[in-house]
């Protein structure tokens, strides 16, 4: 599908292969007073955060302190979650002119994994970068999530190459991309 395929198709088909035919360029847009603007990118994203976003425990708190608050509560998440948060998310990203999206998910409690986050965005159509985040050090060792949200390095390794075997596209203009994305530091240890 070209870019702009949605805007182009208000031209009606006689315009468009008119233009075409008078014009060697791989398509044509022509809106009269209208202004086309190119699809806004966002770089950084934690959609399931979507569905805590007004706890009110957390608000208005530094971020260890957030964190330490909504833990508990994302260890709760299923991959009905992990799903319906990412199409909330994309549906308000879409809705403000975004056509690319990156999303950072580190946590993986229950069922959840990341293709359910690529499911619900491939359905939605928008362009993804989806961020396979891992966390392997937990309270016990130091870190600051609950060990229960933690992973081993051998799994973090197995899934993240899982992943990209199964969904990363190299191509120019690819629908799908996967990263790979440590939390920090302070939540990972060095392999």
Not at 9 to 37: D, K, M, N, Y
Not at 45 to 55: E, N
Not at 151 to 172: A, F, K, P
């Amino acid at each position: 599908m070209p870019p702009f395929s949605c805007v182009a198709q208000l031209l009606s088909r006689s315009e468009r292969h008119r233009r075409c035919r008078r014009r060697p360029t791989r398509f044509s847009i022509s809106r009269g007073r209208h202004v086309v603007l190119p699809g806004l990118i966002n770089t950084h994203h934690h959609f399931y955060q979507h569905l805590t976003r007004a706890v009110p425990g957390a608000q208005d708190r530094e971020l260890f302190g957030w964190l330490k608050t909504l833990y508990p509560i994302w260890a709760n998440l299923t991959a009905g979650a992990v799903y319906t948060s990412a199409q909330m998310a994309v549906a308000e990203l879409m809705l403000s002119g975004c056509t690319t999206s990156s999303d950072h998910l580190y946590l993986f409690p229950n069922d959840c994994s990341l293709d359910d986050e690529i499911r619900a965005v491939c359905e939605m159509g928008m362009r993804f970068h989806a961020s396979r985040g891992s966390m392997s050090v937990g309270e016990s060792n130091g870190g600051l999530p609950p060990d229960s949200l933690v992973e081993n390095e051998s799994h973090i390794l197995r899934d993240s190459q899982r992943l990209i075997e199964t969904y990363h596209d190299n191509q120019r203009h690819a629908m799908i991309r996967i990263t790979l994305a440590p939390c920090s530091p302070f939540r990972c240890r060095p392999i």
